[in-house]
Every structure is written in C-alpha cells, then in structure tokens.
C-alpha cells in the first residue's frame, strides 16, 4: 500500500460508523436491483407482440443484462480501490435509476434494450460493493448475520419477482394508464429514487483508497474473457452447443481469460488479485459457490417451465407456486447467519447441503399429475437448504481474507455466480431440450404432438435435467464436508477488537 492510502486508512475510524444506516441503504438498493432481474420474464411474450420482434429478439433484453453485468463484476475490485464507498453505490444507484426512467419511456425496442443495458451497469457496480462494505464495517463474529440480512434481499427479491410482475402484467387498471409492460419500470423509479436520497444523507465512506495503477490490458482482457463465456453459454440454450454464436465466444472468451489469469499473476497490482485463492478456504467455498449457483439457476429456470409445460400453468400461477419459498427462504436468511455467528458454518453448511440433495431427489419425481402442493412443498425444502448454505459458505471464505484482498474477493465470487449461473442455465436447458426431444421421438407425431404427449416431453427433459441437478448437488455436499471456521488474518483481529472496544464505550 502506497503512502497515501496509509494516511486515508488512519483517518477511517470504523468505530464512529453508524452501521444501521448503512445496512438499510445497502438493502433498499440490493432489493430494487435484484427484483428488477426477474420482474421482466413475465413481460416477454407482450413485449414480443406490443414491440413488433421475435422472441430471439426480445432474449437480448436478459441476455445483455447478464452479459453487462459478467464484464463489470470482475473489474469492481479495482473500481473499489479507486472510488469511495458513497461514489460507488450512488453511481450504481443512479444509473440504475437512469436505465429504469429510459427503459419506462423507450417507445421501441433499442432504446428499451439501452434502457437495460444501463441498469446493468448499475447492478453489476452494486453487488461487490455491498459485500465488501459489510466486511468491512463489521468485525468476523457478527458478519453472519449482517450477510443473512443481504441473503434475504438477495433471494426474496427474485422469487416474489415473477408473482409481482404478474399481478401488474394482469392490472387492466393500470393497462389503461400506459401499456402494463412499462409500469415494471415506472413503479421502480420511485424506489430507486429514495434509495438515492437515502444512501446520500446516510451512506459514510468505509474503504481506503490505494488508486493502483489501472492495467488498461487486463480490463480488455477480462471483458473478452468473462464477457465471451457468459454470452457463448447464455446463447447455447437457444441455438445448441454446435451453433457459431455458442462455441465461437467460448473459445475465444477461455482464450482471453487464460491471459488475463496470467497477466494477473505477474502484475504487482492486479485488476483482480488471485492470491486470494492462496487461502485454502477462499478455494474451497469459491470451488463450491460454483457448483451451487450452477444448481440454483438451472433449477429456478426449470421449475418455471415444468409448472407452465407439463401442468399448464399460467405464468402468474406459478410466479405464486414459487412464492412460499422465496418467503420461507427471506425468513431463513437472518435465521442462518446469526446461527453461522454462534455456531460456525459447519453446522449449518453439511445439513443444509444434505437437505438440497434430498430437495433434488424430490424434482426427480416430478411428472404430469404431480399436484401443486407437493412442487411448493420440494420447493419450500429446496430454498430452506440453500439459505443455510449460501451466505455461512461465503462469510467463510471471505473472513480468511486480509482487508486488501476484502474487493478481490467479493468480486471474484461475484463473477463466479454470474458465469457459473450462465453455465448451469444453458447446460440444463440444453439436457430438458434433448430429454424432450428424445421422448417426442418415440410418439406417433414428433412435429404434433397431442397435450399429454407434449406435457410428458417436458416432464422427461426436466427430469432429465434435474438428475444431472442431483449429481451437482451431491458433488456439492462432498466439497461441503471440507468447510470449517477459518483462522481471521491478525491485524482484521486486531481492528475487530478497536471495533468492540469502541462500542462498549458507547454504549
């Protein structure tokens, strides 16, 4: 660290930090921009018809969604260490609120994919900035429950998403004000809004800024890399994996990525510091971060499918049918992690791991009559296990981190969810797409099938898919086996202890 970020960092007192303030502001920007993720996929065949483009058209407004975000996660880290805490999430929080007003008022489909394209950049400058600021604000023996906290937020905001997007899609009050597409942005910008005025009266710098110097080479290098993987497996699921849009990017993404993870090796400033991965622990629960997002989001793709596929659910309906779990999972966040501050992460990773495999066993039972209380039930169960692994596993392998590599870390684990999440969709789309095809091959007519048949297609593709869900899920719980409290660095100790002393003068 050069001098002046020595003297920045002597001059943040931690323990004069207002956390709850902080934290509230965190929160409302994490759940406005993660909501706004899955609040559009009910709007896509109206958007198809209102806007005049086919469906390989309107894809794009997820596809460079997840594109955007992939390419700037990776590149937070030096972002961080360059910008404050407060210029880091108001400037997310204001392009978001720049791409939501432009995509409310966007009279075709370009400027709505514009639209998009911007509040990606805000969401992808938002989730590593919330993570590390939580790491640093809070000493080891209390980030659990502060990360259950963004755990809920996280994972309610999507699973009420479609529900949401459903009861506005279905408003015939507000269709008559506007198309009922927009009001999925209009009814955001007043959230975005106070969020904004919020993190300016409350939000405090928390970082030290060291300003290495920025690899101008690296940065290209990562867009390529991270950039061409997400985009050449986000395609596949689409077009088949022998499709010149699928295998093309990949090579060359994997290409660029071996040279950036190269060129991070031997600069002394790295965009993105991989001697992170040194601590053996960061290792263990990135490897397993990996394979669990690979699981959680083939399964919240395929479970829309079957429910609407095999049952004949309308999308609303089964926006509902997921409800219960995105509930029961926002109620289970802060739940784990004040138990991962008591308990430590074995406790709640290996059972939780345990109750995720059980969870897939029971989607592989899925068929044509299986009733709606039990998907909500394996759904319920699902997400229980998932909320006692996600942030415990995290909070592990960052806490063995020293506080320069805090922005490496989140925005490598970061990353990884947005590529594993691109891997796993595209995988298991692709094994439900064979599974079904497969089946309708052996029907009297593969081009016409009847309802029953066509519902059974599905359900044999999504099994398919799901039994290749429970192997993932099983290599999950083995690499779990291997999780345990890490050893906190000495001088994170050391602050931790200034942290408490402070307090309990305070108080």
């Known amino acids: 660290m050069n001098a002046a970020g020595t003297q920045q960092e002597a001059s943040i007192d931690l323990s004069k930090i207002k956390r709850g303030p902080i934290v509230f502001a965190l929160i409302i920007g994490a759940f406005v921009a993660i909501l706004n993720e899955t609040l559009l996929g009910n709007a896509l065949p109206e958007l198809v018809n209102e ?116 009861l506005i899609l279905d408003s015939t009050f507000l269709a008559d004000i506007a198309s009922a597409w927009r009001w999925l942005f209009i009814l955001v910008l007043p959230l975005a809004a106070f969020s904004i005025v919020f993190a300016a009266i409350y939000m405090k710098n928390v970082s030290n800024l060291t300003k290495p110097k920025v690899d101008v080479l690296s940065i290209l290098l990562s867009t390529i890399g991270f950039g061409g993987v997400v985009f050449g497996f986000s395609k596949a699921g689409e077009n088949g994996w022998n499709h010149p849009q699928v295998y093309w990017p990949i090579i060359v993404g994997g290409v660029a990525l071996l040279f950036f993870i190269w060129r991070q090796l031997k600069l002394k400033a790295p965009v993105m510091d991989l001697r992170a991965f040194k601590f053996p622990m960061f290792t263990i629960v990135s490897i397993l971060m990996l394979v669990l997002m690979m699981t959680l989001f083939s399964s919240m793709t395929l479970i829309p499918l079957y429910l609407q596929g095999a049952l004949f659910m309308t999308a609303f309906r089964s926006g509902l049918v997921l409800l219960p779990g995105g509930i029961v999972n926002g109620i289970m966040a802060p739940i784990s992690g004040k138990l991962f501050d008591k308990f430590g992460p074995r406790v709640l990773v290996i059972p939780g791991l345990i109750i995720l495999v059980a969870a897939l066993w029971l989607f592989t039972r899925f068929d044509a009559s299986t009733s709606t209380g039990y998907v909500i039930t394996a759904h319920i169960i699902m997400l229980i296990g998932l909320s006692m692994v996600m942030m415990p596993a995290q909070t592990t392998g960052l806490n063995v981190l020293p506080p320069q590599l805090y922005p490496h870390g989140t925005a490598i684990l970061n990353t990884l969810q947005q590529v594993s999440g691109a891997i796993g969709t595209a995988l298991f789309i692709s094994i439900m797409t064979n599974g079904t095809k497969d089946y309708l091959s052996t029907t009297s007519d593969p081009t016409a099938p009847t309802p029953a048949e066509a519902a059974n297609g599905v359900v044999a593709g999504v099994t398919d898919a799901f039994w290749i869900g429970l192997i993932l899920a099983i290599v999950a719980l083995v690499i779990g086996l291997f999780i345990r409290r890490g050893k906190v660095p000495e001088g994170q100790e050391a602050a931790s202890t200034g942290m408490h002393s402070a307090e309990r003068q305070t108080n």
């Open 51 to 166: 806007l005049g483009v086919t469906y390989s058209t309107i894809q794009w407004l997820a596809t460079a969604y997840m594109l955007v975000v992939g390419v700037l996660v990776p590149v937070t880290a030096i972002l961080q260490e360059w910008f404050s805490t407060r210029q880091m999430f108001l400037s997310a929080m204001i392009l978001f609120f720049a791409g939501t007003l432009i995509s409310a008022v966007s009279p075709g489909f370009e400027l709505l994919l514009v639209g998009r394209i911007v509040q990606a950049l805000g969401t992808g400058l938002m989730l590593p900035v919330m993570m590390n600021t939580i790491l640093v604000i809070f000493p080891p023996e209390k980030r659990g429950g502060a990360m259950g906290l963004m755990g809920l937020v996280i994972m309610f905001a999507p699973a009420i998403g479609p529900t949401v997007s459903g």
